[in-house]
Nanobody
Framework: QVQLVESGGGLVQPGGSLRLSCAAS????????MGWYRQAPGKQREFVAV???????NYADSVKGRLTISRDNAKNTVYLQMNSLKPEDTAVYYC???????WGQGTQVTVSS
């Protein structure tokens, strides 16, 4: 049974930072590409970042230079370091096993003063 458990969300002021984590179980983590997606109120879920099994990464234009995806295969965990946060980054953030219908439950990120 595949489980993805996100953590690290919260309330942060504009310009602040957060680090999201997603712990995976039930899969051979190191062979899968992992992604982060987000869904703001009233909007569709959108792509944020992806990291391949090789470690190569790709980002949505809106987050380039501010958000960084990484992985630790020894811990079966993928991270999203979020810097210089903006109010428009407010959303529920989900991790995802790329190419499969496996999603976490999401973690809320709110950027507000």
């Amino acid at each position: 049974q595949v489980q993805l458990v996100e953590s690290g969300g919260g309330l942060v002021q504009p310009g602040g930072s957060l680090r999201l984590s997603c712990a995976a179980s039930g899969i051979i983590f190191r062979i899968y590409a992992m992604g982060w997606y987000r869904q703001a109120p009233g909007k569709q879920r959108e792509f944020v970042a992806v990291i391949a099994s090789s470690g190569s990464t790709n980002y949505a234009d809106s987050v380039k230079g501010r958000l960084t995806i990484s992985r630790d295969n020894a811990k079966n965990t993928v991270y999203l370091q979020m810097n210089s946060l903006k109010p428009e980054d407010t959303a529920v953030y989900y991790c995802h096993v790329e190419g499969y219908n496996y999603w976490g439950q999401g973690t809320q990120v709110t950027v507000s003063s």
